[in-house]
């Protein structure tokens, strides 16, 4: 599976956009880039997912840089309930969905 | 819609000793995944099944841990005999597995501590 580099944390303030950031240099052609979140004591959820162009949801919005090489998660108004640690995934193409989780990114909110 | 349900929440046991986890999936959802996650980690896939059969396992320890899902629906995962090093979270997970609908949804997770 292709890597994915993350910042181990990073901090915010309330109502302020968040770009969590992401570096997949190894990514292939057929590679998803999807993102989860995990919020303390419960199961990963997820977040949104994209190939190569922008995507926005209900929740945040994915921006894909040309290359693909690198993507960035943004929280359009962060709020304390934002808090968790957010994981970046590739998801390679073919009909084996499988997810390899990393490390993560563990974002703290300020009130 | 109900979500993916697990128990126990948690379970605490001394090595050598068997415990079983118990997971529900969503209703419909053909796959089903089994992760651990150790303190600090993020989860790491243990096996995944597609309806009744068994797609991957190359992460499951199979000398102590084994799984099933009976009738493509519910699963257990066991652990016979457990180790101090399988304290961990077990996360359940499933999925409809088809193009654009691939979203996998987690369970709360069962917190296993092995004394």
């Known amino acids: 599976d292709a890597k994915t580099t993350q910042p181990n944390s990073m901090e915010s303030n309330e109502e302020e956009p968040v770009h969590l950031p992401c570096n997949h240099s190894?990514?292939?052609?057929?590679?998803?880039i999807h993102w989860y979140r995990q919020l303390p004591s419960q199961g990963p959820e997820y977040v949104i997912h994209g190939l190569t162009s922008n995507v926005n949801n209900r929740m945040a919005s994915l921006a894909i840089a040309e290359d693909r090489k690198s993507s960035t998660l943004i929280l359009h108004r962060a709020t304390l309930r934002d808090a968790a640690v957010y994981y970046c995934?590739?998801?390679?193409?073919?009909?084996?969905?499988?997810?390899?989780f990393g490390k993560g990114t563990l974002l703290t909110v300020n009130p | 819609e109900a979500g993916v349900a697990q128990s126990p929440r948690y379970k605490i046991i001394e090595k050598r000793q068997s415990v079983a986890f118990w997971c529900n999936p969503i209703s419909g959802h053909a796959t089903l995944y089994w992760y651990q996650q150790i303190l600090g980690q993020g989860p790491k896939l243990l096996i995944q099944?597609?309806?009744?059969?068994?797609?991957?396992d190359s992460q499951l320890p199979k000398d102590r841990f084994s799984a099933e899902r009976l009738k493509g629906v519910d699963s257990t995962l066991k652990i016979q005999p457990a180790k101090l090093e399988d304290s961990a979270v077990y996360l359940c997970?499933?999925?409809?597995?088809?193009?654009?609908?691939?979203?996998?949804?987690f369970g709360p997770g069962t917190r296993l501590l092995v004394l």
């Open positions: 997970a499933s999925s409809l597995d088809r193009p654009l609908r691939e979203t996998q949804y």
């Open positions: 099944f597609q309806n009744n059969g068994v797609v991957d």
């Open positions: 995934i590739l998801r390679g193409g073919g009909s084996n969905y499988k997810l390899t």
């Open positions: 190894t990514i292939s052609g057929t590679d998803y």
